[in-house]
Nanobody
Framework: QVQLVESGGGSVQAGGSLRLSCAAS?????MAWFRQAPGKERDFVAV????????YYTDSVKGRFTISRDNAKTTVYLQMNNLKPEDTAVYYC???????????????????WGQGTQVTVSS
């Protein structure tokens, strides 16, 4: 059983920064961050492959967010800079245990999920 524990959410003003962390038990996987705003679907934010290769972002966060991982600590990070009110959401980390070639941006391909952490950006 894999457990994902997120931390680092909070409230900031527009233009501020936050860093989310996701500690994973067990072996390494492709790891991703998704977010869900009230009344909306859970959307892809960023992904990084199990060996730290090929970070990939949704267009709206490119240049502002950075995903990274420390495999020694089996922890994945999401550094969020220049935050905007539209970034407000519950952020979830997720793990894909399939060892697929490449990565997925679809929620259905992620088997393990964290409990979510709230990020609120005020204008």
């Amino acid at each position: 059983q894999v457990q994902l524990v997120e931390s680092g959410g909070g409230s900031v003003q527009a233009g501020g920064s936050l860093r989310l962390s996701c500690a994973a038990s067990g072996r390494t996987f492709n790891m991703a961050w998704f977010r869900q705003a009230p009344g909306k679907e859970r959307d892809f934010v960023a992904v990084i492959e199990w060996n730290g290769a090929n970070p990939y972002y949704t267009d709206s966060v490119k240049g502002r967010f950075t995903i990274s991982r420390d495999n020694a600590k089996t922890t994945v990070y999401l550094q969020m800079n220049n935050l905007k009110p539209e970034d407000t959401a519950v952020y979830y980390c997720a793990a894909d245990p399939s060892r697929r070639l490449g990565f997925s941006t679809k929620t259905i391909d992620y088997y393990y999920w964290g409990q979510g952490t709230q990020v609120t950006v005020s204008s």
